[in-house]
């Protein structure tokens, strides 16, 4: 096993994207931009298992501001256009009452097997969306389930040249573009410059070592199914016989940049089954982060350790540009990289001296759909976004384990931006204090049977999925010391209190009824600590609730909050009289 570790030695140059304006020019659009400016329209295609022989059918599907709406009884034959107006007889019944043709259908029928969904992404948000469910199944069906088969992806982009050919005259086209670049006020625009070299425009950074954004090739998409590879340049089509194409002609290269093998001990970028060190540097690693995650250099390490003495940032802040609060960041903004968990563990924060370390104040790592095991020791007291955990990490598989030993600076899961997902199968807190804090987005799965939360110490505010029918309830939570701050709608299947303190404000909001709820704990066991109902006034429904009095403490807001059976007993057990 080779190590790799991190020792940037790069030199930085500017990189340079070439635009060639080709082919016969009769009145075409031709635009230039940054980042994504088009994004995609979810779309989820059904399967059924078995033949419809009579009977109907109905679909619950989540609406744009995120309940839910069942439709009425449909036809097991039924044709695209008749299952499309069922969908907008349901949306006229909501409030709000989304538009006809919110999700038009596509194809012969069901049993075909070709019905396709298409969300528009005017009315529902150009992003990856939920799984339409098969809320009744017909006569002759044994499954029936959509998949995705179009990730639906938002708008991360800008035009920030547009021109309409009236000459035909390759030439005007260039000109006109490369003028409306530079006369952009747009702070991505800003970074770079645009020159004249028709039929080419050549487009150059500004800052060396500084990218547009992480260049992949047409052939280079990224792995994971679903998710587009993207250019530096974002281009239109012109249509008929005019064309717009690009091509890197200067790398951008320098010492930020993980993509690079000068700035690797090896003198080669990372490879599957290394153990990586990033330590004793205040270098940030903020480019090439995507580098080891698409088809053609996906990256499996043995371990990754980022030590306590690495100061520099990793990662890229999403809510800015270049600093710039006027604009959000379009490149990739989180370090891309595997894990074997059977090889090693992704370890955080350790410091085994000599002095004292402060760690990094932005450490931001997508672990992909490799099980792994993650150990995070401690961040950064200080993070560098006001309002962000220091440590951000996604993951996507449900065998990963992670385990929360100090958190000064906070550890976020999922929880950068809106939309953010993730799942894992434990999540485990072991912190001295309070003061560790660590947050989950409301994307976050935690998927272990038996054992996928527990607490001990620190401080928590957990989310976590919505139960959708059942399926990604959270199993167990376990808090035996610390704070622990439930949010959002969902459902705890077992709680376990030994002690701690417990703010339970999270409800379960039932998918099949709107404006009723289910209940956010199926049960709860308050065995020692304290649990205070009365910060949040939501009204939530618990089922069976068994306390031990005398070593717990129950603080009930008895309007909002319903328990449908609710008993006490002594310490020891026995039933309390």
Known sequence: ????????????????????VGGT????????????????????????????????????????????????????????????????????????APPAGSISVAGTDMDTGDITFTFDGAVYEKKDWPLVVFATLATG?????????????????????????????????VAALVAAWNASTHPWAAAVTAVDASPNITLEADTAGVPFGDFLTDTDQTWETGVRGYYEIALNTPGASATLEQDETTANKGPNCANLAANWTNGTYLSNGEEVTIADSGIDILWGLDYGSDATNKVILNSLDIQKSMTGKIGLDSATFNGLTTAPEYRGHYFKIMVDDDQGDVTIGKHDGPGAALGSRRIKLDL????????????????????????????????????????LGGFGLAMDQPGETSEAGQLAINCPSTKDKIYTGPGVNLTHATAPYSQNGGYCRLQHVVANGGADELEVVQLDDGILETEGDFQIDALIQDGGILYPNHWNSDATNPGSLKKAFVSANFNAGICDTTRSMRAREWATVVQVLQKHTLLLNGTAVTIASFSVTAPGGAPAV
């Open 368 to 407: 992909k759909g490799h099980s792994c095991r993650v150990e995070m020791h401690g961040s950064n007291s200080q993070p560098f976004e006001t309002g962000k955990p220091a440590v951000r990490i996604l993951t996507d598989d449900g065998f990963t384990i992670i385990h929360v030993r100090g958190a």
């Open 141 to 173: 069906w044994s499954a029936a389930v959509f998949a995705e088969t179009t990730k639906g992806l938002p708008i991360t982009g800008f035009w920030i040249a547009e021109h309409t050919d009236a000459t035909t005259v390759i030439a005007d086209t």
């Open 1 to 20: 096993m080779a190590n790799n570790n991190w020792a940037p030695q790069a030199v930085a140059v500017k990189e340079k994207i070439t635009v060639t």
């Open 25 to 96: 020019l009769a009145g075409e659009d031709f635009k230039l931009g940054l980042g994504d400016p088009v994004g995609a329209d979810e779309k989820q295609t059904a399967t059924v298992t078995g033949t419809g022989s009579g009977g109907t059918f109905t679909l619950t599907v989540l609406l744009p501001n995120g309940d839910e709406m069942t439709t009425a009884a449909i036809a097991y034959d039924a044709a695209a256009a008749t299952i499309e107006t069922a969908l907008d007889t349901a949306f006229a019944l909501q409030s709000p």
